[in-house]
């Protein structure tokens, strides 16, 4: 990948100067977009923004100002980073999901949209069993950077929850992102997925280590290169996780209690097998905005 000199970045072909906010934006969207990245007017406004601690809307009323050396420097290294593959979320230090400002680092994956159908399935789920200010209990298996949790937490008044992981540096990143968000019902727990809970809850949402061990090499590089392996290894054929929470499941969840978990792309089938063979009653996965089948609901009989 290409490095960005901070001089040349706000040159135009030319010569003119670029100096501005707004024109340093243009340019470094250019770079991006010529370097084939997905989003290149997007990272460059987020990327900017960030180097000079301005949100949307400062960024937009300093348009016209002009960019001290600093700046310069700070905008160019932010752009060498993405045009080296690391995602703007990692460079950033967060990520949005369900509307909620996540703190994420380099223990924790980046929470990506198609996570937030299991959000609205769990919620579906527990919506056809009585409303959503009643008290539930809920635990996140494998909570990262407690996406799955908080989220629900913010949808469900008088729910209490419980985040588990295996890896004590992403519950800090957990327990900060709660603590950000003033929200107290919450646990972490550090532990292999459910070892150390005990019964009973409502619900169990879980996003597992899902990828085959031997199909990471072939991952795209901002997964490979920069998501925890830890949070992404599945096991030879990517179903271990979901082996282990087939295990603990059934004891874990009230009568008629669900367990709503995330897929990879060709695992509804095998993973649905796995919880019918415990006593579990799957529904159809539910898909994402691409249509790929993402959200495994099962429940179990009451």
Known sequence: MPV????????????TDTRTVAAARRALAAKFHAAGLDTPDLDARILVGHALSLDHAALAAAATRRLGADEENAIAALANRRLAGEPVARIVGYKEFWSLPLRVDAATLVPRSETETVVEAALAALDMDGPRTRKLHIADLGTGSGALILALLSELPNAFGVGTDASTKALVVARDNAHRLAQTRVRFVACDMAAALRAPFDAIVSNPPYIASGDIAALAPDVRDFDPHLALDGGTDG????RAIAAAAPALLTPGGVLVVELGIGQAEPVA?????VGLAPSPPQPDLNGTPRALVAWKRA
């Open 4 to 15: 960005v000199d901070a001089a040349a970045t706000f040159i135009k072909s030319d010569g």
């Open 239 to 242: 179903l271990d996780f979901y």
């Open 273 to 277: 097998h796995l919880f019918a063979a």
